[in-house]
Nanobody, 120 residues
Framework: QVQLVESGGGLVQPGGSLRLSCAAS????????MGWYRQAPGKQRKLVAV???????NYADSVKGRFTISRDNAKNTVYLQMNSLKAEDTAVYYC??????????????WGQGTQVTVSS
């Protein structure tokens, strides 16, 4: 099993910044893709950004140029730096990690979610 602990959410004014973190621990041989998703009230969960083990990234069009995803492989941690935040960025943000355990089995895991509210 793998446990994910998210942190960094909160209330911020429009134009402000937040940094989310998600640390993975447990039965981990290798972490593959790491990503962030978000879910606004009454809407489906959607991809925000993803980063592969080699460092390549992909972003939703709505956050390109404002958000940056990064990872620290030594700490099994993924980050999401969010700048120029807008009201429409308000959502619960979920970390997603695809990992391989010592039996060479791969599966993905979800964090508990952290609330990001952008409001004046």
């Amino acid at each position: 099993q793998v446990q994910l602990v998210e942190s960094g959410g909160g209330l911020v004014q429009p134009g402000g910044s937040l940094r989310l973190s998600c640390a993975a621990s447990g039965s981990i041989l290798r972490i593959n893709t790491m990503g962030w998703y978000r879910q606004a009230p009454g809407k489906q969960r959607k991809l925000v950004a993803v980063i592969a083990s080699a460092g390549s990234t992909n972003y939703a069009d709505s956050v390109k140029g404002r958000f940056t995803i990064s990872r620290d492989n030594a700490k099994n941690t993924v980050y999401l730096q969010m700048n120029s935040l807008k009201a429409e960025d308000t959502a619960v943000y979920y970390c997603n990690v695809d990992s391989t355990n010592w039996d060479y089995e791969s599966r993905d895991y979800w964090g508990q979610g952290t609330q990001v509210t952008v409001s004046s």
